[in-house]
């Protein structure tokens, strides 16, 4: 009886397999990703048979590893943090987001339950695996991450199709998340703007630690001034566009915390200034008006 002859495989195929050498994936997992017996995804590994790999595998792949499939296929993905991931460590962090943790991940929560509601569980994961991000890190909302996440995560839903007045609505669903914590609670408990700032003003530490806030009442106007020393954070300032909108982000979202106490929106005057790596940001909230109107917001 003559040997087999190794059968032929095509590039998606021989790409599959690099990967599978290069993370340390176990065998046991192909039938998952390849969509095929143990026996054939046995006999595919050892080049007598062949089974056609198609992009819906390497979505697969992805979807167990948490990195963008474009990354892997081109193999310019990070192999030691897929390694961590078939290893069941899905909170790690790609380097990029490691530097300077700030932030915690709660405050883009009720971006991911937006972005759930409105197209989906498949297209959220989508968002996340883009940025080699694992779905997983929200299921602990005190996950710390740094503030290049979030202007990432701004910066990919453009990329994937948000409009700029959709990306504004993300600063308006804030409640989403946060009127269901404490600190959400204490806001529904305010009588008036002064409250709801003030309690702002109280838990700035709630939300993170990247801006040195300093604010001020006079008279009836709430005066906020963050400051960010943008050496700390090289990867934000190297993209003044997407600087310039997670900037907009937070300038939306001062404006929605009276949403939180059954209230309208303030929208502030804004002034920017940067002196010596230092990005000011002064705030001038109007709180003249004590009407807790009822005001219904529609998320779509």
């Given at each position: ?98 530097g300077n943790k700030n932030s915690f ?76 914590s404490e600190l959400g609670k204490q ?114």
């Open positions: 009886m003559k040997p087999r002859r190794p059968v032929s495989l095509s590039n998606e195929s021989e790409r599959m397999r690099q990967i599978v050498r290069e993370v340390g994936l176990p065998l046991r997992q192909l039938p998952d990703i390849i969509s095929a017996s143990a026996e054939d995804c046995l006999a595919w590994w050892s080049f007598h048979k062949d089974i056609r790999v198609t992009g819906s595998h390497f979505t697969r792949l992805t979807q167990i590893l948490s990195i963008d499939e474009n990354q892997l296929y081109n193999g310019t993905y990070d192999r030691e943090l897929a390694r961590k991931r078939v290893f069941g460590d899905y909170l790690s962090l790609p380097e990029r987001y490691e991940i709660r405050t883009s929560a009720h971006i991911l339950r937006y972005i759930t509601l409105t197209r989906g569980q498949v297209f959220a994961d989508k968002i996340l695996h883009s940025l080699n991000v694992s779905p997983a890190i929200y299921n602990d909302l005190n996950t710390q991450i740094n503030l290049t996440y979030f202007a990432d995560l701004l910066e990919t839903l453009a990329r994937f199709g948000f409009s700029q007045e959709e990306l504004d609505t993300l600063a308006s669903v804030n409640f989403l998340t946060l009127h269901q806001f529904r408990q305010s009588e008036s703007y002064f409250d709801i700032y003030q309690t702002l003003a109280n838990n700035f530490h709630y939300f993170d630690n990247n801006f040195e806030y300093k604010s001020s009442f006079v008279g009836k106007k709430y005066i906020l001034k963050t400051l960010l020393p943008l050496e700390q954070h090289g990867f934000v300032k190297e993209d003044v566009r997407n600087l310039k909108r997670l900037m907009r982000y937070r300038h939306l979202l001062l404006a929605w915390f009276p949403y939180l106490g059954n209230m309208s929106p303030l929208f502030p005057k804004a002034e920017e200034e940067c002196h010596h790596g230092i990005l000011e940001l002064r705030y001038e909230i109007d709180l003249s008006s004590d009407i807790k109107p009822p005001l219904v917001l529609h998320v779509v």
